[in-house]
C-alpha cells in the first residue's frame, strides 16, 4: 500500500462549513492502485492529489451533514408535514412501555 499526507483542518468544520488558518495532517493507506486514481483524476481536474483529496472529502462530509439535518420539501410536501406533526396521534401501548424503560446505558451491570 501507498501512503498519503493530506492537509486538512484539525477543527471540525462549523455550521457555516468555514475553514480556519489553522493545518494538521491526515495520513491514509491506500492500494497503489487507488492513489494511482486519485493521481489520475486530480491531473485531468489542473489539482494536486491534496487538493483533490481535501476537497471531495469536504464535499462529501458537508453532504453528510445536510442530509442529517437538512430536507426540502414542495409546499403540498411541507404542508403534510406540518400537518403531521401538529396532529400526531397518541402513544400506544408499545411506545408507553418503552418510554418506562431504562436506557441501555443507564442500566447497571
Same mark, same amino acid.
Given at each position: 500500500?501507498? #501512503? +498519503? @499526507? &493530506? /492537509?486538512? =483542518?484539525? #477543527?471540525?468544520?462549523?455550521? =457555516?462549513?468555514?475553514?480556519? @488558518?489553522?493545518?494538521?495532517? &491526515?495520513? +491514509?493507506?491506500?492500494?497503489? *492502485?487507488?492513489?494511482?486514481?486519485?493521481? %489520475?483524476?486530480?491531473?485531468? /481536474?489542473?489539482?494536486?492529489?491534496?487538493?483533490?483529496?481535501?476537497?471531495?472529502?469536504?464535499?462529501?462530509?458537508?453532504?453528510?451533514?445536510? %442530509?442529517?439535518?437538512?430536507?426540502?420539501? %414542495?409546499?403540498?410536501?411541507?404542508?403534510?408535514?406540518?400537518?403531521?406533526? %401538529?396532529?400526531? &396521534?397518541?402513544?400506544?401501548? #408499545?411506545?408507553?412501555? +418503552? +418510554?418506562?424503560? =431504562?436506557?441501555?446505558? *443507564?442500566? *447497571?451491570?
Amino acid at each position: 500500500m501507498a #501512503k +498519503l @499526507d &493530506i /492537509l486538512a =483542518s484539525q #477543527k471540525p468544520a462549523t455550521a =457555516s462549513f468555514g475553514a480556519n @488558518d489553522s493545518k494538521g495532517s &491526515i495520513n +491514509l493507506r491506500v492500494e497503489t *492502485q487507488t492513489r494511482q486514481l486519485i493521481d %489520475d483524476a486530480a491531473t485531468v /481536474l489542473g489539482k494536486t492529489r491534496t487538493e483533490f483529496m481535501v476537497e471531495a472529502a469536504r464535499r462529501q462530509a458537508i453532504d453528510v451533514l445536510l %442530509d442529517q439535518r437538512l430536507f426540502v420539501l %414542495d409546499p403540498e410536501g411541507y404542508d403534510a408535514f406540518l400537518h403531521a406533526l %401538529d396532529n400526531a &396521534i397518541a402513544p400506544g401501548p #408499545k411506545l408507553r412501555a +418503552l +418510554l418506562r424503560r =431504562s436506557p441501555a446505558w *443507564q442500566k *447497571q451491570a
